[in-house]
């Protein structure tokens, strides 16, 4: 890569340590210089270049001269009664992302945005009402983490990452794998592949692609429907890559040993909650290695569904697990402040995206 000339210099934040290494060899330097840079930029999170004082002070000041260090910025974080938080960020051209950090009794998850806005358009989604605005960068996404990191409580750690915030991740394929290489890099974030999920709603491409990358992050599926008639309406690319794909994928797919595939199931009163459902459901999952989370909708204006009564959700799951499949039914964080999944919406016409499921 070519050192660009100042006036349009390259945001160090998103790089590869293999581009910090060529980066640096560009300017005469060792590559060992490149790995003490990548060190710097994502595991100790420098915002310039003087705190890096390993580093020798030419090549700090020609890195300050032809390259930047970008971050997003907090614009406004909101604390649910659940202890969930959600952070709303904007990026350097102004477009707006929320990012939500969700406790459990041992650890934080950080659900994190892969796009402005999202093309997918599920029926119940509120970030698909926004539509497609744009892909983030690969530094823009492990930014969410850095940015959250330094909002930590004494104490607090952040033990799992989720690709579940605004966005269909494997819709920016390439974005995605890069920063996951990044946050699960030794000498970068250092997060585990085995603590963090990849949620899609089943591009099945990129799926396979996601497999042989030999990344090793966890794969959950927004399913939400077991027959094609259904999830056509729910989840319209099942319109493009109908379930009997989708699932001959997921059963292709490599799965490391002791881990299981990740179906999410949001229960829609009415529509896809019925006994004659979980059995379609038990049907298409058997034998495949997987857990179910059930997912009661989210409730919004601008959502023209309802959610099942606690009973139509319980006897749900209690059909699934007569059949053997692990069934957990996920509470939803952050409801009061709209963090909950598919709550996540910005810079559109918010008025009609009030949500009604708020407690206050
Ligand atoms: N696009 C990816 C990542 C988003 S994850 C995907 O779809 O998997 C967000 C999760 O919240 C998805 O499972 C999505 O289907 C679910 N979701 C969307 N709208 C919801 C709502 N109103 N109530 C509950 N869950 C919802």
């Given at each position: ?121 599920c029926a119940f989604c509120l970030t698909g009402k926004m539509g497609f605005i744009r892909h983030l960068q690969p530094g823009e996404i492990v930014d969410q983490v850095l940015a959250l990191q330094r909002d930590l409580q004494p104490g607090e750690r ?203």
């Amino acid at each position: 890569m070519e050192l660009r000339a100042v006036g349009n210099p390259t945001d160090l934040k998103g790089l590869s340590l293999e581009e910090m290494e060529r980066l640096v060899a560009d300017h005469g330097e060792p590559a060992y210089r490149g790995r003490q840079l990548f060190h710097w930029i994502y595991a100790r999170a420098a915002h310039t270049f003087a705190e890096m004082t390993d580093l020798p002070i030419g090549l700090r000041a020609r890195l300050a001269e032809h390259t930047l260090i970008g971050a997003l910025t907090l614009l406004a974080k909101e604390i649910s009664r659940d202890g969930t938080r959600k952070y709303l960020f904007g990026c350097t051209d102004g477009r707006q992302i929320e990012t939500v950090l969700i406790p459990d009794e041992r650890r934080l998850t950080a659900c994190l945005s892969t796009q402005v806005g999202c093309a997918l358009a599920c029926a119940f989604c509120l970030t698909g009402k926004m539509g497609f605005i744009r892909h983030l960068q690969p530094g823009e996404i492990v930014d969410q983490v850095l940015a959250l990191q330094r909002d930590l409580q004494p104490g607090e750690r952040i033990g799992n990452l989720v690709l579940m915030g605004m966005g269909e991740p494997l819709h920016n394929y390439d974005a995605i794998v890069k920063a996951l290489t990044i946050l699960s890099h030794p000498m970068g974030l250092a997060y585990p592949p085995r603590r963090i999920t990849l949620s899609t709603v089943g591009l099945v491409p990129e799926i396979v692609r996601l497999g042989q990358s030999g990344l090793g992050v966890n794969l959950a599926v927004s399913l939400h429907a077991s027959t094609d008639e259904l999830r056509d309406r729910l989840v319209p690319i099942n319109r493009r890559y109908p379930l009997k794909e989708l699932m001959v994928a997921l059963r292709a797919y490599p799965l490391p040993s002791r881990r299981r595939l990740t179906f999410e199931y949001v229960l829609i009163d009415g529509v896809n909650d019925r006994g004659q459902d979980a059995q379609e459901l038990v049907r298409l999952l058997r034998g495949l290695r997987c857990k179910v989370n059930l997912l009661p909708l989210n409730e919004a204006h601008a959502i023209p569904f309802r959610r099942p009564s606690r009973e139509r959700v319980e006897s749900f799951q209690r059909i699934l697990r007569s059949a053997d499949i692990l069934a957990t039914i996920r509470e939803s964080r952050g409801l009061d402040i709209s963090a909950a999944c598919g709550l996540l919406a910005t810079e559109t016409n918010q008025k009609s995206l009030d949500t009604t499921g708020c407690l206050t």
